[in-house]
């Protein structure tokens, strides 16, 4: 985790930079691609924001309804919630459900991220729209599109995956930016500890 000036881009609206946190998941040279996580439920695939409206219920009384899809699992705040129950919230307690995780690849090897609140829900690089990728760092691999993190540069990402302001959508942090290294996480206060 590091601090560093945020770029005005990632502060629309503000006149002055602020400084983020952040978790380092690429430098120069990586090649870095995510694919979303979703849930089939018989035929219906639901992102983790449908997931949440639904299944919230299931989650921590004080929690916060965070869906975190892994090893073919539902968690809601931690807790699972089995296949006959997802079904069951989405009107449907017969039907065959599907649990694809969202997963982070770094050179072509998936990393394990125990440290994320959830699993992403949207891909990267992102191919359209007003937070596309800059297309000078989209390179293909395998007919698949990643980012490769040019010279200078580093890939940031929030813990928070999908609720984070962060490198996927106002660009790569220009690596000058970096004041130093994180030691703790306070915020929030639910989520105080020790970086790993």
């Known amino acids: 985790m590091v601090v560093f000036k945020a770029p005005l881009d990632a502060t ?15 430098v120069a040279g990586d090649l870095v691609r995510i694919t979303p996580g979703y849930v089939i439920v018989g035929q219906a695939q639901y992102d983790h924001r449908y997931l949440e409206s639904m299944l919230r219920g299931y989650g921590s009384p004080t929690g916060e309804g965070k869906v975190k899809l892994t090893n073919g699992r539902v968690l809601v705040d931690g807790r699972l919630v089995s296949d006959s129950e997802v079904a069951a919230a989405f009107g449907e307690p017969n039907a065959r459900v599907k649990v694809v995780p969202g997963v982070v690849y770094l050179n072509g090897k998936a990393i394990r991220e125990p440290y994320i609140a959830e699993d992403p829900d949207l891909p990267y690089p992102l191919l359209a729209g007003p937070r596309a990728t800059n297309p000078e760092w989209i390179v293909t691999k395998d007919k698949v ?52």
């Open 12 to 26: 629309p609206g503000e006149l002055k930079e602020k400084d983020f946190i952040k978790r380092v998941i690429g």
């Open 145 to 196: 599109p990643h980012v490769k993190i040019p010279e200078g540069k580093l890939l940031v990402m929030g813990d928070n995956r999908n609720d984070s302001n962060d490198a996927r959508f106002w660009g790569l942090l220009d690596r000058p930016r970096v004041l130093g290294k994180a030691m703790f996480i306070f915020w929030p206060l639910t989520r105080i500890k020790w970086v790993r």
